[in-house]
């Protein structure tokens, strides 16, 4: 063989030897535009070559800067299927979560339509709308949940990414209303009607009411006081804690008030209308109502067929002051000009101890009674259980249990008659001061009205001029009006 001819053989092996060099496996770290993926691509070896491990795509991985968020498994999967042409998410960033907007949460309806209160099967009642919204001292009106800061985000290479706050809420803090150190809830300082004003929580101790009780208003019950400047008409009621002040008048509707009532023109009762006072009542006239007033009743010309119950006097003034029909007791006097009628209609007069003391007198004595009994019922049996233990030396566990327990029982009776004996003396003293109560007629009194004062009664046979009757000497005695 020529000497030319291995050298061009020596070439060609050192060509072929060239063609398949080994070439080891290749990674590759990609990045998105905002850098919250990072990809990776791995290159498998050729000829031979050390194929990429997964030490070596976590070491690319860090060496690209990656920090934040990588996916083990991606990097896993990426390595075993050495696919070149696929970019495997490896890494995902977190995007920030902005705050939460603050928001503010009523404890109470803020529909200010007019919502007739449901009943059964569908109907509606339009007695009863809902109009006042009542709370006490102290409920929580209005809570605030704050604006959160929300959660900052994070690219794959550890840039954080700031979050957008939530826009905070401010309660808007009204009278008779107390916002808490925290701001986060506002509570109601006095009771009344909470309503919201220009944007404000208020409570109004005092309820107004431009117009009447009626359909357009339904019944009224309000914790505080209530100012009607209409009229309060038939089959309505309203009732109310504070004082009531009615601008118009009451026709067949009902009241129940905790404090005073003011009737500017008068109630006329229509046969229905009950009227339950704590306190004083003023009115221009009363007819055809029930009415019960724990102070004075004042009224201003007359009372007519009507059932009256004063705690202390019962006054009717004007022109007329007249009292004709019906039923009208007082605590202490009844004062008018015309008692009864030309026509003798039956009116009666009471005067000395309220209906309530009475009733609560009768009740003492009973309960008093009553406990006397059970405490001599019991000394009695006290005394068996003591003989038997005198005479047989000790009881048995059941029989001194009982005795213990009826000794118990007999200073609770014994305190019990005590408090009940001091009630009635109390009482006793209300009842003999009924006997001083007085019936005074400016005017007249006529035949057919009946006189009770405290236990003594009479009914006027003729008719008698200024009178003032009163007990003296225990026995009814008719003096002259400015006696």
């Known amino acids: 063989m020529s000497e030319n001819r291995k050298v061009d053989e020596r070439e060609d092996i050192n060509n072929n030897e060239k063609l398949v060099e080994k070439k080891d496996g290749e990674v590759v770290v990609k990045f ?70 603050g928001f503010i949460e009523y404890k109470f309806s803020t529909d200010t339509r007019i919502q007739p209160m449901e009943i059964e099967h569908g109907r509606v009642d339009f007695y009863n709308l809902n109009l006042i919204k009542n709370v006490q001292a102290g409920d929580v009106l209005v809570v605030k949940t704050p604006a959160s800061p929300g959660e900052p985000g994070m ?26 150190a925290d701001e986060k809830s506002l509570t109601a300082t006095t009771a009344g009607h909470v309503h919201i004003v220009g944007g404000k929580v208020i409570v109004d101790p005092v309820f107004e009411l431009k117009g009447d009780v009626d359909f357009s208003s339904g ?57 339950d006072v704590k306190g004083n009542l003023v009115s221009r006239f009363i007819q055809n109502a029930t009415v019960k007033a724990g102070g004075d ?37 009844i004062v008018g000009k015309t008692l009864g009628s030309l026509h003798s209609t039956v009116t009666e007069l009471e005067v000395g101890v309220c209906p309530e003391i009475r009733q609560k007198y009768n009740e003492v004595c009973n309960a008093l009674d009553e406990n ?57 003293l209300r009842v003999e001061e009924g006997n001083r109560g007085k019936i005074r007629a400016a005017t007249c009194i006529y035949p057919g009205v ?13 008719k008698i001029d200024f009178a003032t009757i009163l007990i003296e000497e225990g026995e009814l005695r008719f003096k002259p009006y400015n006696y």
């Open 297 to 333: 009743v004042v009224v201003g010309e007359a009372i007519m067929h009507s059932m009256i119950d004063a705690g202390y006097n019962l006054i009717v003034g004007g022109k007329k002051g007249l009292i004709v029909g019906g039923q009208c007791r007082a605590g202490s006097e």
């Open 155 to 180: 690219t794959v290479k550890g840039k954080e990414l700031k979050a957008k706050a939530g826009k905070d809420v401010r309660i808007a803090v009204g009278k008779n209303t107390d916002l808490s």
């Open 219 to 275: 019944n009224l019950n309000f914790l505080g006081t209530v100012v009607v400047r209409g009229s309060i008409t038939f089959g309505f009621s309203v009732q109310c804690e504070g004082d009531l002040e009615v601008g118009g008048s009451i026709d067949g509707g009902n009241v129940t008030v905790g404090g005073n009532l003011t009737v500017r023109q008068g109630i006329q009762g229509q046969q229905r209308s009950i009227i």
């Open 450 to 462: 009946g006189i009770k004062i405290g236990q003594n009664t009479t009914r006027i046979r003729d």
């Open 32 to 101: 998105s535009r905002d850098e919250m993926e990072a990809y990776l691509v791995v290159v498998p070896p050729e000829n031979g070559g050390t194929p990429v491990s997964i030490t070596m795509a976590k070491e690319a991985i860090q060496q690209a800067g990656v920090q934040y968020g990588i996916l083990e498994q991606e990097v896993e999967h990426a390595v075993k299927m050495m696919n070149p042409s696929d970019n495997v998410v490896v890494a995902k960033g977190k995007k920030p979560t902005n705050g939460q907007d």
């Open 372 to 428: 006397r009994l059970n405490l001599d019922k019991t000394q009695k049996a006290i005394k068996v259980l003591k003989d038997w233990e005198a005479r047989l030396g000790s009881l048995a566990e059941d029989k001194r249990f009982l005795l213990m327990r009826l000794t118990r029982t007999q200073f609770q009776l014994l305190k019990t008659i005590q408090d009940l004996e001091a009630e009635k003396e109390i009482l006793e």
